[in-house]
Each structure stands twice: as C-alpha cells, then as structure tokens.
C-alpha cells in the first residue's frame, strides 16, 4: 500500500532543474557532506592499483595500497599538476607525472627529486589533500567532509543489507556502465523513484499491467525512501529457483533504496546494482552503475554456465530499460525549462513527494504555489 492516498504537491520549481545558483547550492549543501559511492573493490584489486574520476569539478585518485582504499585529491603539491592523467592503472608507488614527486599512505613527501632546492622544507604544504574511504561489502565510498558521520550509520537502516547484497563469493560484479545525460540530476532520480511510467515506457518489459499496490511497501524518510515489492511473477519465480539452485536463499524480493541525494541501491534475486548520479553541470547528469550478479557457492562448469547465462539475460534485460528511460530525460528536461505548470505528483509517485521535501527542506528553498489553495499562493507570490 501506499503512505499517501491523495494527490502530492510537486513542491520543485522548474528553476531547481536548470539555474546556476540551485547546482551551486547542491553542490554545497548536499553533495560535499555526504558519502559517494565511487568504485568496487573488484576495480583495483591488486596493490598499487589505481583509478581517477571527477567528482563535483574536484579529480579524486582512488588507490589500493596494500589492501587499504586510499582516496586522495589528484593534484600535486608541488605546482598543482594532475598527478596522472589515466583513467585507472598500476603504480608501485603514488608518483607524479611531472617531476617524479613520490607520496606515502598518508599523502606526504616520499622521495622527492634533487631535494636538496626545496630547503628550507615546508612539511605543512607539501603533504596531499585526502578524503575519507569507507567499504560496505564490495562497494568503496569517499566522502569529502570530515564531519559526515560514518558510512554505516549514512547508509543505516540497509547498511546491513546491502553489504549482503554486493559481497563475494554470493555475488560477483560483472559490469560497469557510465553514462552521459543532458538533463538535471534530479530528473533520472526522480524516474527511478516511480513505477508508475513503467506501462507506457517500458510496455515491452512490464505488458500493460502497473505492479499491484498491494505488492509494494513504500518507506519515506528525509534521508533516504525505499521501495519493498513481492516479486511474483513467472520470471522472477524463475530467479528465485535459480538463486536456490546456485546455493543461495530467495527473497522473491525486489528492493529499491535511494539514500539521499545521490545513490540509488537495487536489489534483486539474480541481480543487484548501485548508481550514481554526478551532476556535471546544472543541465548534464554522469551516471555510474556497476552490475552485479548472483554466483553463489555451488561450483563447476555446469553453474558456471547457468550463472552466466543467468547474468547475461539480466543484463540484457536491466540494460534494455535503463535506455529506454534515457531517452526521455532530455525530453522532460527541454520541458521542464518552459514549463508554466505547477505540475502534479500521484500517490504511486510519493517517493518523488518524499525526495523534493528533503530537497526543499536541507536548501531552505520556498514550495511552489499550491494551486487547489488560492490563498496558500498570494502569501507565497
Ligand atoms: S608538479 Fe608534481 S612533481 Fe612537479
Ligand atoms: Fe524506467
């Protein structure tokens, strides 16, 4: 059932998904003090293994030393070169590219060049900026505020659960698929908050049937919302047996949680993912998935076989809908820059409701006219 059984108020005004000063204050207020997740543990296995990315307009190195996620800000100390320019690589050491600057675990001074110049030495400027890493299960997370409270109590209550969800040996990550959008952040979060386009967009997948109310379970909370459905039909049956077969226990469970702001976390009986949307500008969205799918405890050429044929069809499948869905952010990003509705948000949407009043909540921003209540809109106008 759902919380709601009346009609929401879309509180967001078109301004929020298109103005300079609502990414800014994005930016500030909800992005740098949360978790982010950035990589999976399976990315850089070895030591020395390495990788980079932009996050927020900040290039992040992220590095296995030894078996410890390091997370450092890809910039040197010495004149403010990128320490490299690879997208992921192997490094027995953290060297810069320009002049060899080498760095330790903790991001000072290893063994510099001729480093008799720099006398007198100044310690306090030369060490590199690091950021906080945080593991649950596979999944590596940074965070660039030193006062966010720890990952487990950011990702709480589904920490637990989503540790079981993207862990070895019962799962294996299998895909990573990034991603360019030309829309507002907030448009592909809010797509997969709701189930109720899933008839007209994705016909070929779901038929004419929206998933049955009474099948879902709706958790609303300012931090986080998160959906529960009863998977019952043939194919998700047949999933379940599958998962049984490779040794692992059914849920008949599909688990939708999206932790505010940014990272969405989907579980399945064969196959779990993690997303996340990078906004890169007020317009454009980069959003990162990485695919993982059942492997279980039973061994041989026979489960192998079954697993990956399993993954394969999943994929195809998950793969099939994430495109559709990509083709109408543009869409409703083009509308949403015109548009002179207040708009409208059922209560199959709440989610939505749920995600744009911990927006307008965190921002301090004023809710948009309410046009069933007159008066409500003189005060607000
Ligand atoms: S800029 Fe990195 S060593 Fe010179
Ligand atoms: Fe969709």
């Not at 069933?372 to 003189?378: E, I, S, V, W």
Request: aromatic share 12%.
């Amino acid at each position: 059932m759902f919380v709601h059984q009346h009609v929401l108020r879309y509180l967001l005004r078109p301004e929020h998904y298109c103005t300079q000063r609502q990414h800014d204050l994005e930016l500030e207020q909800l992005f740098l003090p949360a978790w982010h997740f950035i990589a999976a543990k399976s990315e850089l296995s070895g030591d020395g293994d390495f990788l980079t990315l932009e996050l927020f307009g900040r290039p992040l190195l992220l590095r296995n030393s030894g078996g410890r996620f390091l997370a450092f800000e890809n910039i040197c100390s010495h004149r403010h070169c990128l320490l490299t320019d690879a997208a992921a690589g192997h490094q027995p050491k953290l060297r810069c590219q320009y002049h060899g600057w080498e760095f330790d675990d903790d991001g000072r001074t290893a063994k510099i060049p001729e480093a008799k110049c720099f006398r007198p030495w100044d310690r306090d400027n030369s060490r590199l900026n690091s950021f906080r890493v945080e593991a649950c299960g596979d999944l590596l997370f940074v965070c660039m505020d030193s006062s966010t409270p720890p990952l487990r109590e950011w990702l709480s209550p589904f920490f637990e659960e989503t540790e079981r969800a993207f862990a070895a040996p019962m799962w294996k990550m299998t895909h990573v698929w990034e991603y360019d959008c030309e829309s507002n952040w907030k448009v592909p979060v809010e797509n997969t908050l709701e189930s109720y386009h899933v008839t007209a967009l994705h016909q070929k997948f779901f038929g004419d049937q929206l998933p049955a109310e009474k099948n879902m379970t709706h958790l609303l909370h300012h931090r986080y919302t998160g959906l529960n459905f009863d998977a019952n039909s043939r194919m998700e049956k047949l999933q379940a047996r599958l998962k049984q077969w490779l040794g692992g226990k059914p849920e008949f469970q599909y688990l939708h949680r999206h932790i505010h702001p940014n990272t969405v976390l989907v579980s399945t009986d064969t196959i779990n993912y993690v997303l996340m949307y990078v906004p890169t500008s007020p317009t454009t969205v980069r959003i990162r998935m990485r695919f993982f799918a059942v492997r279980g405890t039973r061994r041989g050429p026979l489960a192998s076989l079954i697993a990956w044929l399993a993954w394969r069809f999943a994929k195809a499948k998950t793969l099939q809908v994430h495109n559709e869905d990509l083709d109408i952010y543009a869409s409703q990003q083009k509308g949403l820059e015109r548009s002179r509705h207040p708009g409208v948000i059922g209560s199959r949407e709440e989610r939505i409701y749920a995600f744009q009043k911990y927006i307008m909540d965190a921002l301090g921003l004023t809710p948009s006219p309410d046009p069933a209540n007159p008066a409500a809109q003189r005060v607000v106008s």
